[in-house]
């Protein structure tokens, strides 16, 4: 935009063309995800991003398709498996058109995505099995979720909490071997301390009752204030669900809160059997945490924390000072707000991706393809355990497997060649595992919450990992 001063476009015909170019290059990216893997950023490209190195001038348009596009983190890409990272969705083109175009604060008031996120929650509640009293917020992921969970978990054992702080109470909270690294951090950064959290060792790939009641009994002796259970559905490393039926009598046996981990595992429950059938008990989770932009697809970032019982969830967080008084009528109607359940005041719709991409693509279509991806999982432990060298890590639970290419070598070596192969076919764009250690070895990892892979590229990568094996 060729001018002096001002902030909106000299002249809008000009800014609709190179919008619509832009949407264009953006439609290519996605439709032609296959051909455009990750590649390494030129040595340069933190010169080219420089602020103000260049006149600020029409040819933007150029430099993102140049400087901007090429250099995605992979994800888009059907043969990426690494992390636990979604693949994008064509409707997310179109709702950050709509959401940039009515920029709606989500903090709350009378505005048309206040009552979309609503609508979110509400489908989302249903589909997890929590009853009508339950509240939710949408946030940047799992990992903010928690964090608000935990805070409402803590609110209920200490009620003053929020004028007086903790003081000198130590509580202590539960979670299995394993779990995520959020529930930790969430931990830390309360002040509760990641000292207190007991991570519970499993028994079957669940957390072990026993061990849990005996470490329950001896932080009560020694003091202690047990106040949360995490269980996980999906966890992070090898896919493995707690039996969340049990954690729930746990729960109540002990007077825990219990929240469920569901970053991504949560959504088999929209999948078939036998997949669906790991999320039994979801519904008598305290709170769950889980992710839209992972296995519901969804563009970064959105996620959700859900809380059983609304006046658990307002009792920690609402607070309305003199400016941000709710009127009856006008802007500040529309109670309640958003910024009554969670951290944030000033906040984005989040929510308007996930209703996009259920009302364009339908509720049955996310069904299928979290199905598809637990099968195509089930489909590289097969093949894999047909390959005489290779071993699979743990067995197949969800979408998660985690498989060493050459288990004839000394776990060392083993160790090197998985990461050496990981990072080969990352760097020559022919797929994407990331590694975890299984047992002490490093092995290769799928997490496949990606819509865009099929059992063609699933054979090919197995292929290429073998090719790659001494
Ligand atoms: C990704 C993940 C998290 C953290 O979620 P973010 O959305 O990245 O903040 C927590 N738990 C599990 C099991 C995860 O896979």
């Not at 989500?106 to 589909?127: C, L, N, Q, S």
């Not at 949360?228 to 002990?254: C, I, K, P, R």
């Not at 959105?302 to 307002?314: Q, T």
Request: glycine fraction near 8%.
């Amino acid at each position: 935009m060729n001018h002096k001063t001002g902030l909106d476009p000299l002249d809008w015909n000009t800014f609709r063309g190179q919008a619509h170019k832009m949407l264009d290059a953006a439609i290519d990216q996605m439709e032609n995800a296959a051909d455009r893997p990750w590649q390494p950023a030129p040595t340069d490209l933190q010169d080219r991003y420089k602020i103000g190195a260049r006149p600020a001038s029409t040819d933007l348009l150029d430099r993102i398709q140049t400087d901007v596009l090429p250099y995605h983190g992979g994800n888009i890409h059907p043969r990426f498996w690494g992390w636990v990272q979604g693949t994008g969705l064509a409707s997310d083109l179109i709702a950050a058109m709509a959401a940039a175009a009515t920029n709606e604060n989500m903090g709350g008031r009378d505005h048309g995505g206040i009552y979309m996120e609503r609508a979110v929650i509400d489908w989302t509640r249903k589909k997890m099995g929590f009853p009508e009293s339950a509240s939710g917020i949408c946030v940047t992921g799992t990992s903010q979720a928690t964090v608000i969970a935990f805070q409402a978990a803590r609110l209920r054992v200490l009620k003053n909490l929020r004028a007086t702080g903790q003081g000198d109470i130590r509580l202590t909270a539960y979670a299995p071997v394993g779990v995520h690294n959020a529930t930790v951090k969430a931990l830390q950064l309360l002040g509760i301390g990641s000292d207190n959290l007991r991570q519970i060792p499993l028994q079957d790939g669940k957390l072990n009752a026993e061990i849990l009641r005996e470490t329950l009994a001896a932080d009560r002796a020694d003091g202690a204030l047990p106040f949360l259970l995490v269980g996980n559905a999906g966890s992070v490393d090898l896919g493995l669900f707690d039996d969340l039926n049990q954690l729930a009598d746990l729960a109540d046996e002990h007077e825990l809160w219990l929240h469920v981990d569901g970053a991504f595992g949560a959504w088999t429950r929209l999948a078939d059997a036998p997949w669906h059938g790991l999320t039994d008990g979801i519904e008598r989770a305290d709170s769950i945490a889980l992710d839209f932009h992972k296995w519901m697809y969804v563009g970064y970032d959105c996620g959700m924390v859900l809380i059983r019982d609304e006046d658990e969830h307002r009792a920690a967080f609402a607070a309305r000072p003199a400016y941000l008084e709710g009127t009856a009528q006008g802007i500040a109607g529309n109670e309640p707000w958003f910024c009554d359940y969670g951290i944030d005041l000033s906040r984005g719709n989040r929510a308007i991706k996930v209703w996009c991409a259920l009302e364009m693509f339908g509720e049955q279509a996310f069904a299928d393809a979290i199905t598809d991806n637990c099968r195509m999982a089930a489909l590289m432990a097969e093949d894999v355990e047909k390959r005489p060298r290779m071993r699979l890590g743990h067995a197949v639970v969800s979408n998660v497997c985690t498989f060493t290419a050459n288990d004839t070598l000394p776990p060392a070596q083993q160790s090197e060649l998985n990461a050496e192969i990981a990072l080969t076919l990352q760097q020559n764009g022919t797929a994407v595992f990331s590694t975890t250690r299984v047992d002490g070895i490093v092995m290769l990892r799928a997490a496949i919450v990606n819509h865009r892979t099929q059992a063609s590229d699933i054979r090919a990568a197995l292929d290429a990992v073998a090719d790659l094996c001494p």
